[in-house]
């Protein structure tokens, strides 16, 4: 498999950078949890312009690590959480750039949608699910982008980690899902099959 130069420009035009308050902005929102658990995860990202696309993503401490896969190009990219720099690494050289509040955008469900929009999305809470046996909150986002109306949502668990998250308007469709996470710490609490969490069965003695 090959490395594409430029990949950071190329990761851009498929998922966008995660740059918050950028853009269009948030307005009347709730907040979104962000990561706070360390994992190792994998997953896929189709896109209208695209097609599918698999893709590696892992945090540890200070640093998220993203590797995504668009046709025979390989775009790796580390990020310094504390948001100093990110590292792209093209065909075997790392490069090490200042950040400019850049983050993993794969771990920022809305910021593709940001980016995109005319002016402030509104986000709101929208129920509970699960996904992967683990659950997740539901948001969803709405703006428009170039005047057409602009739609977005996610799953994110309680620990910051978005499952699935998507992205519909005129001109563009995106959909992330996560298909395989382990976590280094304790996972959250796995969901049975009624969409209950499995609780601890407690008795007095």
């Keep these: 498999m090959r490395k594409r130069r430029f990949g950071a420009g190329l990761i851009g035009a498929v998922i966008g950078w995660g740059i918050a308050g950028l853009d269009g902005g948030f307005a009347e929102t709730v907040d979104v949890p962000t990561p706070q ?17 698999p893709f590696d993503l892992s945090r540890s401490d200070h640093r998220v690590h993203q590797v995504l896969v668009v046709a025979n190009d390989r775009i790796e990219m580390i990020f310094d959480r504390h948001g100093e720099w990110v590292a792209v690494i093209d065909f075997g050289k790392t490069s090490v750039l200042p950040s400019g509040g850049a983050t993993a955008s794969l771990l920022h469900p809305f910021s ?16 509970v699910d699960s996904h992967l046996g683990l659950p997740c909150e539901r948001y969803r986002a709405f703006g428009t982008s170039n005047g057409a109306p602009l739609r977005a949502t996610a799953c994110v668990t309680a ?36 969409g209950g969490p499995l609780q601890d069965d407690v008795t007095g003695g």
């Design 37 to 53: 658990a360390d994992f190792v995860a994998s997953g896929t990202v189709t896109s209208s312009r695209f097609g599918t696309m």
């Design 112 to 127: 593709r949608a940001e980016r995109i929009a005319d002016g402030p999305l509104r986000i709101e809470r929208d129920g």
């Design 159 to 194: 620990e910051g980690i978005p499952l699935i998250s998507a992205i519909s308007s005129a001109e563009l469709t995106l959909r992330m899902q996560i298909t395989d996470i382990e976590f280094s710490a304790p996972a959250p609490a796995v969901v049975d099959h009624r």
